[in-house]
């Protein structure tokens, strides 16, 4: 069984529109974390943000936000206001303890294109 | 700012041959991975390293060995290189866990590397 599930393979949004890519995550460990990446077409790999699995708040970074729903094992990017340069894959991962290590694990990817 | 370099962009070489991909980092970070990218399967960890010396297996790594001699490097080996090894693959490094930050990986650029 897959760590971590991202269902949208492509997704298409309006330029000035909110957007949300969907993640959902399976684990045992009761201390993990979540977290997004942006990789634009350059390949580089982009840190969006982080959520811990005991933090209470959604995680929120400028025009990206976190919608953690632990009973749910959902965690849900919202990127507000879309704009071109949002166009890339974008990547959900978890980490989780492994031995004396942390250990993370990638989703699938959802490319995600933003229309003018 | 954290620099990862990685000693190639793109590198073809013949089946059977011994590879090796270098990946530098410069912030004096614990813990170091190597991950292999394919479309549609997202980014899967090969092994990773917690300290000089030291690996640990990732989800793939059949086929593959690595090597940490000092801290700064680490180094992915493909014994006898086949063409289903050709893959973009990318080096992160990071923090130790209990450190400011530690969530966070930087990236390398990648090595796209074709065996024919």
């Known amino acids: 069984a897959q760590k971590i599930t991202q269902t949208q393979p492509g997704m298409f949004v309006q330029e000035k529109e909110a957007v949300t890519l969907d993640c959902t995550y399976d684990t045992s460990d009761p201390s993990y974390g979540l977290f997004w990446y942006k990789q634009p077409s350059s390949g580089e790999m982009i840190f969006l943000i982080y959520?811990?699995?005991?933090?209470?708040q959604n995680a929120t970074e400028g025009r990206y936000s976190l919608n953690f729903q632990k009973a749910r094992k959902s965690a849900n990017l919202v990127i507000s206001a879309s704009q071109l340069g949002d166009s890339a894959m974008y990547f959900c991962?978890?980490?989780?303890?492994?031995?004396?290590?942390?250990?993370?694990?990638f989703g699938r990817g959802t490319s995600l294109i933003v229309h003018p | 700012d954290v620099k990862v370099t990685q000693s190639s962009r793109y590198l073809v070489k013949r089946t059977g041959e011994k590879v090796f991909l270098e990946c530098v980092q410069d912030m004096d970070h614990e813990n170091m991975f190597w991950y292999r990218q394919d479309p549609g399967l997202g980014l899967r960890l090969i092994y990773f390293s917690y300290d000089v010396k030291m690996k640990e297996k990732g989800d793939i790594p059949e086929g593959y060995s690595v090597s940490r001699e000092k801290k700064e490097r680490f180094s992915l080996i493909l014994e006898s290189a086949s063409t289903n090894q050709t893959s973009m693959y990318l080096c992160?490094?990071?923090?130790?866990?209990?450190?400011?930050?530690?969530?966070?990986?930087?990236f390398g650029p990648g090595t796209r590397l074709t065996v024919t």
């Open positions: 991962a978890m980490r989780e303890r492994s031995g004396g290590s942390y250990i993370p694990t």
């Open positions: 959520q811990g699995s005991y933090d209470q």
């Open positions: 992160a490094s990071s923090l130790p866990i209990g450190q400011p930050s530690s969530y966070e990986q930087y």
